[in-house]
């Protein structure tokens, strides 16, 4: 099996900055896109960014320079850095890997649980 496991959330005020990590874990051989995805109420879920093995990235066009995602392969981790936080980007936050758990299978995407980010007025 594979885990992920998100850290980083909370309450921040307007403007200010957030981290978020996710560390994957488990039987892996290769992790292909790892990705964040947010889903306040009400709303469906939706794609934040997400980060190719080789480090192209994409952007929501609703956080483009003020987020920026990362990974560091050895350590199995995606990072996402939030800076001047806004109301609006109140959610929680998902991370996603497509990961294949052994050579020559395909792969599959993991999620993790989930954190909250609160971004207060």
């Known amino acids: 099996q594979v885990r992920l496991v998100e850290s980083g959330g909370g309450l921040v005020q307007a403007g200010g900055s957030l981290r978020l990590s996710c560390a994957a874990s488990g039987i892996i051989f290769r992790i292909n896109t790892m990705g964040w995805y947010r889903q306040a109420p009400g709303k469906q879920r939706e794609l934040v960014a997400d980060i190719t093995r080789g480090g192209n990235t994409n952007y929501a066009d609703s956080v483009k320079g003020r987020f920026t995602i990362s990974r560091d392969n050895a350590k199995r981790t995606v990072y996402l850095q939030m800076n001047s936080l806004k109301p609006e980007d109140t959610a929680i936050y998902y991370c996603?890997?497509?990961?294949?758990?052994?050579?020559?299978?395909?792969?599959?995407?993991?999620w993790g649980q989930g954190t909250q980010v609160t971004v207060s007025s």
């Open positions: 996603s890997a497509a990961t294949q758990q052994y050579y020559g299978t395909s792969g599959e995407d993991y």
